[in-house]
């Protein structure tokens, strides 16, 4: 997915990267395009250059709601029945209507999007090019449950079709590796915020995996919880992952490498309800992916591999 990108691409997500891991704002544009906010461009050079003399001491942000922006169905048994996918906004159930039809019209205005209707919700698949139109894109499958006690839960392909394969596996849950771009507990998003606002976190977080994948660390505050998680997955210069502020170097790393391995697999257990290494797409998401949306998955199929906010 990478391995072409021009090198002003690159040179540009290296921009992005610096930006986010300074916590200056960023705001999606135009089919999911990043860029940073005006108003603080002229800070992200000053602030990387005191970043490197004096160390970091930035924090996290959860809780903030900061993105900004310019200008079917239900079959037996674990498909939804296959056909076209429908307009934005054209549901036929009530209560689709009432719930999603003015937000998928309106994330139709700004995303290239397909939409499908099921028995528990509805399904969109967003396409999203956080570095451009000459930039790689990525596809979001999105379930939005009609119970909005339960949060979505989507995913993230660097392709569709026959090639297609998630997008990293850095912050994405255990073990339906759906996306993990933020917390309910932190009131990042909720429905109220609108699906515009969440595709461009998706967007923001897609990036952050592109970054990663180029460069090799990941940009910015996250979570990680867990001295097994941590140790295998954080580099020393990111944040930590737990709220501290500080890189993972200056906090945990040194205790995490301390952990014996059944411990930290114990610990990782307990607090994941499953074991690190199981960590996979369901087949029945992957399956639309690689059908290029003409086949939508089970809702409760899909919700099933990780039992939590359980679709019913």
Not at 151 to 178: E, Q, V, Y
Request: charged share 25%.
């Amino acid at each position: 997915m990478i391995e072409s990108l021009p090198p002003d691409l690159v040179e540009r997500l290296e921009e992005l990267g610096r930006a986010l891991d300074i916590e200056q704002s960023v705001s999606a544009y135009g089919g999911g395009r990043i860029r940073i906010t005006d108003a603080d461009r002229n800070e992200v050079v000053k602030n990387v250059t005191s970043e490197a003399t004096q160390g970091s001491s930035a924090g996290s942000r959860q809780g903030q709601r900061s993105w900004s922006r310019s200008g079917g169905s239900w079959s037996r048994g674990a498909w939804a029945r296959r056909r076209p996918a429908g307009e934005p906004g054209a549901f036929s159930s009530e209560q689709a209507r009432s719930l999603y039809a003015a937000e998928t019209r309106s994330l139709a205005q700004e995303y290239d999007i397909n939409c499908a209707e099921t028995q528990l919700g509805i399904w969109v698949a967003a396409k999203s090019r956080p570095l451009g139109s000459r930039g790689p894109s990525v596809h979001f499958l999105i379930a939005l449950p009609f119970n909005q006690e339960i949060m979505p839960r989507s995913w993230c392909f660097a392709g569709i079709g026959n090639g297609s394969k998630p997008l990293g596996l850095r912050h994405t849950n255990f073990p339906d590796a759906s996306i993990c771009a933020f917390v309910k507990e932190d009131r990042t998003w909720d429905y109220s915020d609108g699906l515009v606002a969440l595709v461009d976190i998706y967007s923001v977080w897609a990036l952050r995996q592109l970054h990663n994948e180029v460069f090799g660390w990941w940009p910015g505050p996250q979570l990680g919880l867990g001295a097994l998680y941590r140790k295998t997955e954080f580099q020393p210069n990111e944040f930590c992952g737990c709220s501290s502020g500080k890189r993972y170097r200056d906090c945990h790393l040194a205790s995490d490498l301390l952990v014996d391995e059944q411990a930290a697999q114990a610990e990782f257990k307990r607090l994941f309800r499953t074991n690190y290494s199981n960590r996979n797409v369901p087949a029945v998401v992957l399956n639309a992916a690689q059908n290029r949306w003409r086949i939508w998955p089970d809702m409760r199929a899909a919700y099933s591999f990780r039992p939590i906010d359980p679709v019913r």
